[in-house]
């Protein structure tokens, strides 16, 4: 049975572990290193994780929570699609900026790194991404029952689609470090969803 305590240190570790993966990579953080971040002992670290790759596991669980709870209190406070999309992308936009553009998407990164070399990490990864794909396909679905999208499009598309644009978005901004690119990606996806409406009043709005 793990104490409170022993909780408590595992998140340590995995925050630890995620940081350094985020800013260095998966290969580029040795156990050590992440030992001297979370200062923790190895035989605390080795109690929680066998290895590295189940730290890694826990490190994709732990971005998927932080980032999921991002996604669910952004678009829960919006009402329309188009609110709920450019609440996100706009949150993401204080996210890049307050951390100066540093380590852009951690699901990026990784899938970037671990893609070719990772096949159990990099399948933990995509099943981060279809879930928000999924997300987002819901979010158009409930924009159709609203009669804001016309119901022949494609909710799964368009889901791919706006994700796709983040993350190539996200990935442009960590290497120049500035958000233009960034917060245009989230001018014309707007444009795209008002696109999608069902009424030639619609096209104005």
């Known amino acids: 049975m793990t104490t409170q305590r022993g909780k408590e240190t595992r998140e340590r ?25 979370a200062e923790v002992k190895k035989g605390n670290l080795y109690f929680h994780f066998r290895t590295k790759e189940e730290i890694g596991y ?5 971005f998927a929570d932080q980032f999921g709870k991002m996604f669910t209190a952004t678009t829960a406070a919006a009402s329309t699609l188009r609110e709920q999309i450019h609440a996100f992308f706009g949150a993401m936009e204080k996210y890049h ?19 070719d070399n990772h096949p159990g990490i ?41 994700l796709s644009t983040f993350e190539g ?12 690119v960034f917060h245009n990606c989230r001018q014309l996806l707007d444009t795209l969803l008002i696109t999608l409406q069902p009424t030639p009043q619609g096209l104005a709005a």
């Open 97 to 115: 900026v307050d951390n100066h553009f540093r380590g852009g998407c951690p699901f990026g990164n990784l899938a970037l790194e671990m893609g």
């Open 13 to 37: 570790i995995v925050r630890a572990a995620a940081d350094l993966f985020h800013l260095h990579g998966y290969y580029h953080t040795s156990i050590d290193a992440i030992l001297r971040r």
């Open 58 to 62: 826990a490190v994709v669980e732990s």
């Open 169 to 180: 978005a996200t990935l442009i901004t960590k290497v120049r470090k500035e958000i233009t």
């Open 122 to 162: 990099a399948d933990h990864v995509d099943t981060v991404f279809r879930y928000f794909e999924g997300q987002i396909s819901a979010l158009v679905e409930q924009a159709k029952g609203r009669g804001e999208v016309r119901a022949e499009v494609d909710s799964r598309q368009v889901a791919q689609f706006i």
